[in-house]
Structure formats: C-alpha cells, structure tokens
C-alpha cells in the first residue's frame, strides 16, 4: 500500500552531519505514525527514532537522543532523520517505517506496517 524509499546515506567523518529523507508514494502518510531504524554490521535491527501522524510528538532511542531529530513534511509525504555529531558507532543501515492507526510512538519493529529498502550511513573515525 505505501511504499517507501529512503535516501541521503554516504560516507562522513565523525562529528559530521548528514539528513536521511525516506520518501512515500501511493498513499498519504499524514495518518501514519513513522519511524527510522537501524542495522549496524553483525547487530540486529534497533529502534532509532519515530514521530506521531501530526508531527507533533517524538521519541528516540537513547544511543541517539539529543543528537539526532527526525521530522516529516506531510504536504510532501516525507519523513527525514537529521543526524548531527555522528559517531563511528552510528554506521549502520537505516530504514523507514511506518505504522497505520495509531498516535503511539512503538519502538518494536515488528508494530510497523511498511519497511524501506535501506540506506547505508557510514560514518569514519
């Protein structure tokens, strides 16, 4: 039903900022709750980040809490992660999320309904 592509992963040096966008099509996100996670080499997927419908409520996993904001642009049907003060640890696969029907911010994975492909963020001492 939404498809998802994620896009503005590279390679940074730490410290370094980057913004992911993770772009839907085929239907409005404005009634999905959104969220990005992550995948780092030989770990298992992690919850990052997620924002209500609105936009008006937050939540981010601690490892990235105070460095990390993510946002949407309804209008647009866009859901970006700002990463700033990026550290090696960062460097992993990130993937947009979303889940339909609900204000509730989850960090299980397996509560979102449609997955992005990825996007690589590497991130060098």
């Not at 730490?14 to 009634?31: F, Q, V």
């Not at 105070?66 to 990463?83: E, H």
């Not at 947009?96 to 509560?111: I, P, Q, V, W």
């Amino acid at each position: 039903q939404v498809q998802l592509v994620e896009s503005g992963g590279g390679l940074v040096q730490a410290g370094d900022s980057l913004k992911l966008s993770c772009a839907a099509s085929g239907r409005t996100i404005s009634n999905y709750a959104m969220g990005w996670f992550r995948q780092a080499p030989g770990k298992e997927r992690e919850f990052a980040a997620a924002i209500n419908p609105s936009g008006t409520s937050t939540r981010y996993a601690d490892s990235v809490k105070g460095r990390f904001t993510i946002s949407r642009d309804n209008a647009k049907n866009t859901v970006y992660l700002q990463m700033s003060s990026l550290k090696p640890e960062d460097t992993a696969v990130y993937y947009c999320a979303a889940k339909s029907g609900t204000n509730y911010l989850f960090r299980e994975s397996a509560r979102y309904d449609f997955w992005g492909q990825g996007t690589q963020v590497t991130v060098s001492s």
